[in-house]
């Protein structure tokens, strides 16, 4: 089972012209009652945002749903909009405090929880023996996003600006989930080892005297 916060689901792209619920909630949106003029919006169906919990989708309780741009809506009412059969479902991974960490391809800059997430994550340059701090970094995808790569926790790693042009222009590569081991490769072949970010626990700083 699915733990509530845990894990959320969105519907992506839920607008119809003959759907009244979520004309209605494009409206709100928008801020204008003109439902039908914005059946189209250059050229493309508007899009609602919804973030529900799993557990609220199957009954299992009643969080309520946050609407982009509007906010808390009754867990029923969110249910009516997931039961559009005209939306797209997108599953989207959450910290524990519901801040989204996996953005796939809606957009190619990362959002500033993302951000956040990568530093505290990662501390430093993610190349083998660079100590510089995670926030002087940039954020890589390590799976270019002209390659198709998300912008996601699981593509996203820091690297400073020495380490992220060497990477994107001398023929470095480098594989591995950025949570874990990374493996870089050089353009001679020899492979690398970079580990995890670190966080010294109490019980590794020894007594307190
Ligand atoms: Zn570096």
């Not at 790569?149 to 400073?160: D, I, K, P, R, V």
């Not at 989930?177 to 020899?190: F, I, M, Q, V």
Request: glycine residues 10%; charged residues 20%; proline residues 9%.
């Amino acid at each position: 089972m699915i733990a509530a916060g845990a894990s959320s689901i969105v519907p992506l792209g839920v607008a119809s012209a003959d759907q009244r619920r979520a004309d209605a909630l494009v409206a709100l949106l928008l801020g204008t009652d003109e439902v039908d003029a914005v059946g189209s919006w250059q050229g493309r169906a508007p899009s609602v945002q919804l973030t529900v919990a799993a557990t609220t989708l199957l009954g299992l309780d009643d969080h309520p749903g946050e609407l982009d741009g509007y906010g808390p809506i009754p867990a029923a009412m969110a249910r009516a909009i997931a039961a559009d059969p005209t939306g797209t479902w997108r599953r989207l991974l959450t910290d524990n405090s519901g801040r989204l960490l996996d953005y796939g391809r809606t957009t190619y800059r990362p959002p500033q929880p993302l951000v956040d997430h990568v530093i505290a994550r990662d501390r430093t340059c993610r190349f083998p023996g660079c100590t510089r701090p995670a926030r002087r970094c940039h954020i890589d995808h390590q799976l270019p996003w002209n390659e198709h790569g998300t912008t996601a926790e699981c593509n996203c790693q820091c690297l400073c600006s020495r380490h992220h042009h060497l990477k994107h222009e001398t023929g470095w590569t480098v594989t591995g989930h950025p949570a874990d081991d990374l493996t870089w490769t050089s353009p001679t072949g020899h492979t690398y080892r970079a580990p995890p970010g670190h966080y010294d626990t109490p019980d590794h700083e020894g007594p307190p005297f």
